[in-house]
Each structure stands twice: as structure tokens, then as C-alpha cells.
């Protein structure tokens, strides 16, 4: 991997070994355990859950889920959510095609969704072609470039520019100025508040989005500190004031369209931005850019190599632990030192035939295999792998037929499975050392919103599911009015209690601060959006508002294909995952709302 340094940082002694620096000793994986039988008997059958008809918000197919889980669990949590309003016209970010149906897989939505959804958007638009071929239990594809000006380069792939140069408007976060790029001057242009009525908080600021090819752009990642509200968008990286909206900074370009970044930042305020190699269909997503969300200073750049055979970095997911960066290819990943670039391990075959599928990080680094691919054995595995050296802590192997598509925690480790024979999904959580812990028995439909996940298997691309130590939180489906969220004891697998939605739209958990738990409650569509608290102990759980959303920003805010969203010191951030391209629609890239 090829790495530059900005002036102000040293290289690392010694001599590079096919990274960013010199490698410690490379680690022995440790060999997988016996292949354990399922746990428990499975419970008595619930009936299945009602289709959904066709309208506002996310249609949905008859869960295939039904059947009890290798530990004995009930049926699936991924119907969305239900219609309410009739047919709209397309939000913001509406790609304008549907994709194909894969059977168990979330189903996008007419416009405008409610709830988030990324999506690939080579998988949405019929302007793309997905070639897969099962390779070693692996799907790959190779998608074409899509855009207006995404045209094949010249003689072949075209290589970016070195980025270790400083940024070329790299601004103090406190001296923001006029906007910049990602919206239009001022906190409210669009008037959003206008008409806002007594108890009803306000927008502070709001964000157009960028300019974007035709066939749209993903916007994915949003990092908020103390400072600045970071969003990337299509091949920008924009940075705004918390307090008013203005310019902390940059933004700052890259030459090429954004493809990955990580999802969490570092505790140090630092983010890995991957793009693009070239514009034509053989590009790779292997650029690699450090930068300061506080400030928009970068720090090393590299360009990841390709794996063996049929292992590729066409596309890669990145994820953070500590000060270690994950980058995940097809079939194996490499670990690097985020303040350095220095390599620090493979993680590659190994035992049975076992290849890495899929990566999570933040407090630990869970990884994901794929072992014995066609064979009588075939299987998953899931390890802990320590960040410094990427030795395995400890080895779950999966039983037969199942298959981790979700990891909703990494620290308790909480999985959601699938098994598509018998058409049954399962929650199980692990303790510390790996060991089966216990799995979710609780007679209910699920609908957290969980992005697409076809060409690998996006391990953290969920949204309305949370933990702490001891609780799952989860949202239930709704067809018409208010759900609920259920708290459901990792130790037994039981639910403690439920809170239901104090208005009849969803509400969805989103992080545990304290001893309360922060969700969200949908907009409607002459409504605006909350944020509410609701006790997690005492034997009271009624949702407490903190923050109700003006109801003439209501169109704003349910209008978004896919969207993020974050609450940070009594601050509520909404910003979009996917920008659709359309010049008719005025797009909005991101908003805050406060009191």
C-alpha cells in the first residue's frame, strides 16, 4: 500500500513490508472450536405477520422469517414500515427506479421514506449492471461507473492525485464564515420556522445538497463533536458549525466519488475517507485520506492492494477500533495504524477454509467468515480479533445453514441470523470470551431499518436498534399507528418492559445516555418529528419529550430517500444517505434542530 505523510508527521522506522510501515509478527488464528448444536427447544410458532399494502413509507413482502432460530427464536424483525398516507411523490434523494426483490432482503420504498435506507446504488438504478459470481462462498460484482461525467479513462484506470497536501480552505472551527458549498447562506433559507408554533423547537440550520450526477451519488457518513456537523457527499466532505450552520471548513474535494468511509470516529476527532481510483468501470475503491473532523486537516494517504486471487478491493468497508483502521475486501482485510499508516496484520485464510466476509467495529473488532464454501461443512464463524496484532480472542462457529447478516452490537456482541431454508431468523448475544449467551424469545415482528446488504454484508448498516450491558432495544412493526420499542434482557432473552410511541408514527430507538433511552419519533406528514427519553429502570417508561420538530418543516423532514440521523448535546441531526441527481428537486443535505 502506498502511503504519503502531510510535513508535519514522521514516517515510521524501518523498512515497509507491504503497508504503511513495518508489520509486527504476523498472529496464529486460533483454530475453531467444535461446531455446536442448536440451543433449546424451539418455542411454539406465532402466527405470521400481516402483509402491508402499497403506499407511504416502505412496502414489504411476506417475511420469509417464520420458523423458529438455531437457538430457538422467533420469527423476523426486517418488515418496514407500513403505509399510512397513500402514494406521494418522490423526496429527496428518490433514485426514481426500483431494484429487484431478493428474498429476505429490505425492500426500498416509494418516495419519500420515512426511515434511512442506503442502498447500493448499482443495485437501484437500472443504469447499472451487477455481474455476481459465487466465488469460495463469496459474492462479488462489478458494477459500472453510472454518472454523467463518470466516463472510462483514458489508457485504462485513471490513478488520483496525491492528497497529502493540506486542504485548500482548512479553517479553524470557530472562525466560520459564509457557506461554501452544501447550502445555501444564512440558518433558515427556506423559512422552515416560519409559522412555528408554541413548544415546537426549531431549525437551526439547514443544508441544500451538492450538485450530484444524473443516476445520484451516496452521501453516506455523518460525524458530529462538540464543533462541527461532518457530512460527506458524493466527492465532498463538508463541515458546518453546530451552533449557526456556517463553514467550519474546507470543503474538502477529492477527485474521484466517495465510496466508503468509516462509520465511527476515533477518540481523537478523526475519520478515514475512501474514493475512487479512476472514473472508469475498472476503478477501485482504494484511495485512502485521513481527516480531522474538527479542524479538515489530513493526515496520511495510501492506496489499498488487491488480496489473492478473486480477492479485490472493487469495493472495500472500513470500520475504526481505537487508533486501528479495518479495511475489509471480498475476501480478507488489513489492519493499519490510524495516527501512522503502518501496517499492522493481515487477516486472511485460514483453518477450514475460511474466508473474512465482513467487519464491525468500535469498542471491539468482530469479524465475520465464511468457511467451508459448497461443501457438507459449510458455515459461518465469528471471532474477536485483538487490534494490534489480529489474533483471534476467541472463535464462534455458527451452525449449518445459518448465516450472520447483522452485528446490532459489538460490545455486548448481539447477531441477527438468517437461514434461508427455513425461512427463520434469530438474535443471539455472546458473552465476553464468545460463549452463547442467551437468544431473543419474545413473540414479536421487528423493524429496525437495515440498508442493503447484496454484495457484502454491511455488518453495522442498521439504524433503530440499540444496546447498553445489559439491554437490547428494538422497535416493533407497526401497520397502522404507534409501535413500540421493547427492552429485552440479554442475560434471559426476555423482555423487562415496552414503551409505545406517544404519537401514531414509529419510534425508533437510537443510543442509551445514562439511565435514559433517546429515540426518535417519525414526522407525519402534517407533523413534525420528536425526540424523546423514556426510563430504562424504575417500573415507569413513558416517553418524555425532549425536542418536538416544527411542524412546517415537516415536509422537509419526511421528504428524505434515506436518511441519518444523531442526536449530540440536546442537538437533533437529520442528513441524507443518498443524493438522487434530479436539478428539479431541491435537494437538502442536512438540518439541526434545537431549542
Not at 72 to 89: C, D, L, V
Not at 154 to 176: H, I, R, V, Y
Amino acid at each position: 500500500m502506498l502511503m504519503t505523510q502531510p510535513p508535519s508527521q514522521q514516517p515510521p522506522q524501518g523498512p515497509p513490508q507491504g503497508g504503511f510501515g513495518p508489520p509486527p509478527e504476523t498472529p496464529q488464528p486460533e483454530a475453531p472450536g467444535a461446531q455446536g448444536s442448536p440451543y433449546g427447544a424451539p418455542p411454539p410458532l406465532p402466527p405470521a405477520p400481516p402483509t402491508p399494502q402499497p403506499g407511504y413509507g416502505y412496502p414489504q413482502q411476506p417475511g420469509p422469517y417464520a420458523q423458529p432460530g438455531p437457538y430457538g427464536a422467533q420469527p423476523g424483525p426486517y418488515p418496514q414500515q407500513p403505509p399510512a398516507y397513500g402514494a406521494p411523490t418522490p423526496g429527496y434523494g428518490y433514485p426514481g427506479q426500483q431494484p429487484p426483490q431478493f428474498p429476505g432482503a429490505p425492500v426500498p420504498p416509494p418516495p419519500p421514506s420515512r426511515n434511512p435506507f442506503k442502498g447500493r446504488p448499482a443495485l437501484m438504478l437500472g443504469a447499472a449492471v451487477a455481474a455476481l459470481l459465487v466465488i469460495g462462498g463469496t459474492v462479488y460484482a462489478v458494477t459500472s461507473g453510472g454518472g454523467d461525467d463518470d466516463k472510462p479513462a483514458a489508457g485504462g484506470t485513471q490513478t488520483g492525485p496525491d492528497l497529502s497536501a493540506p486542504p485548500s480552505s482548512t479553517g479553524d472551527a470557530g472562525e466560520g464564515g459564509d457557506d461554501a458549498g452544501g447550502g445555501a447562506a444564512g440558518a433558515d433559507p427556506d423559512n422552515l420556522n416560519e409559522g412555528r408554533q408554541a413548544g415546537e423547537a426549531k431549525v437551526l440550520w439547514s443544508k441544500d445538497a451538492p450538485d450530484a450526477p444524473a443516476s445520484g451519488a451516496e452521501a453516506n457518513g455523518m460525524w458530529i463533536t462538540d464543533k462541527v456537523a461532518v457530512k460527506a457527499a458524493y466527492k465532498e466532505v463538508f463541515a458546518f458549525r453546530v451552533g449557526d450552520g456556517n463553514t467550519a471548513w474546507g470543503p474538502v474535494a477529492f477527485p474521484q466519488k466517495i465510496c466508503a468511509v468509516t462509520p465511527q470516529k476515533s477518540a481523537d476527532d478523526k475519520i478515514v475517507i475512501a474514493y475512487m481510483s479512476g472514473a472508469s468501470d475498472r476503478a477501485k475503491c482504494n484511495k485512502l485520506q485521513v481527516l480531522d473532523v474538527n479542524t479538515g486537516a489530513k493526515g496520511w494517504s495510501g492506496e489499498v492492494a488487491d488480496g489473492a486471487l478473486f480477492d479485490s478491493a472493487l469495493s472495500v468497508e472500513l470500520t475504526l477500533t481505537g487508533t486501528t483502521l479495518m479495511v475489509g475486501r471480498s475476501q480478507s482485510g488489513t489492519a493499519y495504524d490510524l495516527k501512522t499508516g503502518a501496517k499492522l496484520f493481515d487477516k486472511v485464510r485460514y483453518g477450514a477454509a475460511c474466508f473474512p466476509a465482513a467487519f464491525a467495529g468500535g469498542a471491539r473488532l468482530i469479524v465475520v467468515s465464511s468457511c467451508g464454501a459448497s461443501t457438507s461443512t459449510e458455515h459461518d464463524e465469528v471471532q474477536e480479533l485483538d487490534p494490534k496484532t489480529g489474533a483471534a480472542k476467541w472463535t464462534r462457529p455458527i451452525p449449518k445453514g445459518w448465516t450472520v447478516g447483522r452485528a446490532y452490537s459489538v460490545d455486548p456482541v448481539v447477531l441477527y441470523l438468517t437461514n434461508k431454508d427455513k425461512k427463520s431468523w434469530n438474535i443471539s448475544t455472546l458473552k465476553a470470551d464468545g460463549s452463547f449467551r442467551s437468544e431473543v424469545s419474545v413473540d414479536e415482528s421487528f423493524a429496525p431499518v437495515c440498508g442493503w446488504a447484496i454484495l457484502e454484508r454491511d455488518l453495522q448498516g442498521c439504524q433503530g436498534v440499540t444496546t447498553d450491558a445489559e439491554t437490547l432495544y428494538l422497535p416493533t412493526k407497526a401497520t397502522t399507528g404507534a409501535n413500540e420499542i421493547v427492552a429485552i434482557n440479554l442475560a434471559t432473552g426476555k423482555e423487562k418492559w415496552r414503551a409505545k410511541s406517544p404519537a401514531d408514527e414509529s419510534m425508533m430507538p437510537l443510543k442509551v445516555e445514562g439511565a435514559q433511552l433517546i429515540a426518535y419519533v417519525e414526522p407525519s406528514y402534517d407533523a413534525g418529528g420528536q425526540v424523546v427519553s423514556i426510563p430504562v429502570t424504575g417500573s415507569g417508561h413513558t416517553p418524555t419529550t425532549l425536542l418536538k420538530n416544527p411542524a412546517a418543516a415537516a415536509d422537509v423532514e419526511n421528504g428524505f430517500y434515506s436518511r441519518a440521523y444523531d442526536w449530540v448535546d440536546g442537538r437533533f441531526y437529520l442528513s441524507t444517505t443518498r443524493l438522487s441527481g434530479r436539478d428539479e428537486l431541491k435537494e437538502k443535505l442536512m438540518l439541526a434542530y434545537g431549542k
